[in-house]
C-alpha cells in the first residue's frame, strides 16, 4: 500500500481465503473528509465485488458491476448509504472467483471539505401535492437546470421525502410546506418538521413554526406578499423564521412589496436573509432554478448549506449559471457577515450584458448605480452604513440580489 495525503492505492495479489472469501483493506477517514471515492479494476477471468464498510459495518455493495463509487454524508453511488464519513473504513473485497495471476488495484481517495459556491432551488412541488409531475421527475428536471441541490416544499405532506434519489450527483433536502389559511411558509432539512400540520387560527401557525424550528428545521416565509386570500402572510412576523422569500417565480407585484417589505426590515435593524424560489408547479409552466441561491457553503452537505441560508450566504439570481456576484477576494466579507465599519467591499459580478445596471443599496437607499461595461466587472466601495447589499437590474427586470454586508 502507498500513502500520499488523501489517496491510498492497493495492489491486491494474495487472496489467503480463495474464492468465496473476503478481502479487506483498511483507511481511516478524518474529520476533515466530505467525500469517500473508491475504484477499482481486476484482471480477467477472476471475479471481484466491490463493497464499503464503516467502524465494522458495510455502508454498501455494488458486486463486481460498478468500477467507481463514492459515499458522502448526504449522497452516495445508489447500493450504498450516505451518512458520517469520519471513522475507521475498509475496502471490502468479495472473491467470488480467482483466475491464475490474479491482481486486483484500488485507489481511495478522500476530498477534503472545502468552502464553495452551490447553486439550488429552495421551493418547488412534485405529484405527492399539486407539482404534477413524480420525486424523480422533479430532481431530474432541477440537475437538468444545473442545480447542485433542490428542495421538495410539497403542500402539507412530508410523503415525498421518503423517496430515495438515485443520482448522488444532486442534493435533495426533505422538506414541507407548511399551507394554511393565512400564508405559506417552508421547513426545510426534516423528513417531519411537525407532528400535525392543521392550523385554526394564525397564532398556530406560529405555534407550528416553533415546533418546527425546536424539531431542527430551517424555516423561509414564502411569498408574503402573494395575491390570493391563503397565500399572503397573514400570521405576522414575530414568529421564529431564518430568512424570507423575496423573489418567487416570475417577477411580479408580489415580489416588488417583499422586496421593499424586506428593505424596510434591513432598515429597521432586522439581519433577515433572503431567498428566492421558482414555486415550480408543472400547471404554472415555471423551471427550476428561476431564480436560484447560489449559497456559499463550507461542504456538500445539507447541514452546511442551510447553515449558509440561514447566515444569508446566499445569492439570489435570475437563473442558475448566467449571473453570479461574490466578493472579489477571500479576505473581504462575505454577503450575510458582519465587518468593521469602513471596511472595504469589493463585489465581482460575472456574467453581466449591455444594458444591465449594478445598484448599491444601504439604509438610504440606492446609493450608487453603475452600468454594465464589460461581462465580468468588479464594484468597489466601503462599508460606511449600517448595511450594503446588491442589486443587479436590466432596466425594470431584476436579475440578481445579493444578502447584505452589515456593519458592526
Not at 37 to 62: C, H, K, P, Q
Not at 240 to 267: K, R, Y
Amino acid at each position: 500500500m502507498a500513502f500520499a495525503g488523501t489517496h491510498f492505492d492497493y495492489t491486491v495479489t494474495d487472496f489467503p481465503g480463495g474464492d468465496k472469501s473476503f478481502v479487506e483493506l483498511p483507511f481511516a477517514v478524518p474529520e476533515t473528509i466530505e467525500r469517500i471515492e473508491v475504484s477499482y479494476a481486476f484482471t480477467s477471468g477472476s471475479v471481484i465485488d466491490l463493497g464499503l464498510a464503516r467502524n465494522g459495518r458495510m455502508r454498501g455493495w455494488s458486486g463486481s458491476e460498478r468500477g467507481h463509487v463514492t459515499v458522502e454524508g448526504d449522497a452516495a453511488t445508489p447500493g450504498y448509504d450516505a451518512g458520517p464519513i469520519p471513522g475507521d473504513w475498509h475496502v471490502v473485497l468479495g472473491i467470488v472467483k480467482v483466475a491464475e495471476g490474479a491482481r486486483v488495484d484500488v485507489t481511495v481517495r478522500l476530498i477534503e471539505r472545502k468552502a464553495r459556491w452551490f447553486v439550488g432551488e429552495l421551493h418547488s412541488h412534485s405529484e405527492h401535492s399539486d407539482g404534477g409531475v413524480t420525486v424523480l421527475d422533479a430532481i431530474y428536471r432541477a440537475r437538468q437546470a444545473g442545480l447542485n441541490f433542490v428542495s421538495i416544499t410539497d403542500h402539507n405532506t412530508i410523503s415525498q421525502n421518503v423517496i430515495r434519489p438515485d443520482d448522488p450527483a444532486i442534493l435533495v433536502f426533505p422538506a414541507m410546506e407548511l399551507t394554511t389559511y393565512w400564508g405559506h411558509t417552508n421547513f426545510h432539512g426534516l423528513v417531519q418538521p411537525v407532528a400535525d400540520w392543521r392550523c385554526h387560527t394564525p397564532a398556530e401557525v406560529g405555534d407550528k413554526m416553533i415546533e418546527a424550528r425546536a424539531n431542527g428545521a430551517t424555516i423561509v416565509i414564502n411569498h408574503p406578499f402573494q395575491r390570493s386570500a391563503g397565500g399572503k402572510w397573514q400570521a405576522g412576523f414575530d414568529v421564529p423564521f431564518d430568512a424570507l422569500e423575496i423573489w418567487n417565480g416570475n417577477w411580479a407585484a408580489h415580489n416588488i412589496d417583499a422586496l421593499a417589505f424586506w428593505q424596510e426590515l434591513l432598515v429597521a435593524g432586522k439581519r433577515i436573509p433572503a431567498t428566492g424560489g421558482s414555486d415550480f408547479h408543472q400547471k404554472n409552466r415555471r423551471r427550476h432554478g428561476r431564480p436560484s441561491n447560489r449559497l456559499f457553503s463550507e461542504a456538500r452537505t445539507m447541514a452546511d448549506l442551510l447553515a449558509a441560508v440561514r447566515a444569508g450566504h446566499n445569492v439570489v439570481s435570475f437563473s442558475a449559471d448566467d449571473l453570479t456576484a461574490e466578493p472579489a477576494d477571500a479576505s473581504l466579507p462575505m454577503f450575510g457577515d458582519v465587518a468593521e465599519p469602513g471596511s472595504p467591499i469589493a463585489v465581482c459580478f460575472d456574467g453581466l450584458v449591455r444594458g444591465d445596471e449594478i445598484r448599491a443599496v444601504t439604509e438610504h437607499g440606492v446609493v450608487r448605480q453603475e452600468p454594465a461595461t464589460t461581462g465580468c466587472q468588479t464594484l468597489e466601495s466601503k462599508l460606511e452604513g449600517r448595511f450594503v447589499r446588491f442589486e443587479v437590474w436590466h432596466s425594470e427586470t431584476p436579475k440578481l440580489f445579493t444578502n447584505p454586508v452589515y456593519s458592526d
